[in-house]
Nanobody
């Protein structure tokens, strides 16, 4: 059974930085396709960033480009998201998702495949105050 364990959220003031991480277990091999999603209260869950670990290709949603960095450690089967210049609109629950393989051409194809085949962890909360 695939399990995802997110951690590292917290509270920070606008302009600050936070990192979140996600440990993936249950796959026979380290998954190639991983991503971060977030959901603010009253909003739909949205993709933040995706990572194709086979070649390091990363995709970001426009609102976080230049501020967030997604990375992974295949040996540890851990996904990271480094967030800087945070603003209140970045607040929400952050979830990771992982699948063995995917179409890594762009954010849309990776998101489609992650949502189609993956599962959700419990999430970790990020609160950014103004």
């Amino acid at each position: 059974q695939v399990q995802l364990a997110e951690s590292g959220g917290g509270s920070v003031q606008a302009g600050g930085s936070l990192s979140v991480s996600c440990v993936v277990s249950g796959y026979a091999f380290s998954p190639y396709c991983m991503g971060w999603f977030r959901q603010a209260p009253g909003n739909v869950r949205e993709v933040v960033a995706t990572l194709y670990t086979r070649d390091g290709t990363a995709h970001y949603t426009d609102s976080v480009k230049g501020r967030f960095t997604i990375s992974g450690d295949s040996e540890k089967r851990t996904l990271y998201l480094q967030m800087s210049s945070l603003n209140p609109e970045d607040s929400g629950m952050y979830y990771c998702r992982a699948v063995p393989n995917c179409d890594a051409r762009n954010l849309g194809t990776m998101t489609r495949d992650l949502l189609r085949h993956g599962s959700w962890g419990q999430g970790t909360q990020v609160i950014v105050s103004s």
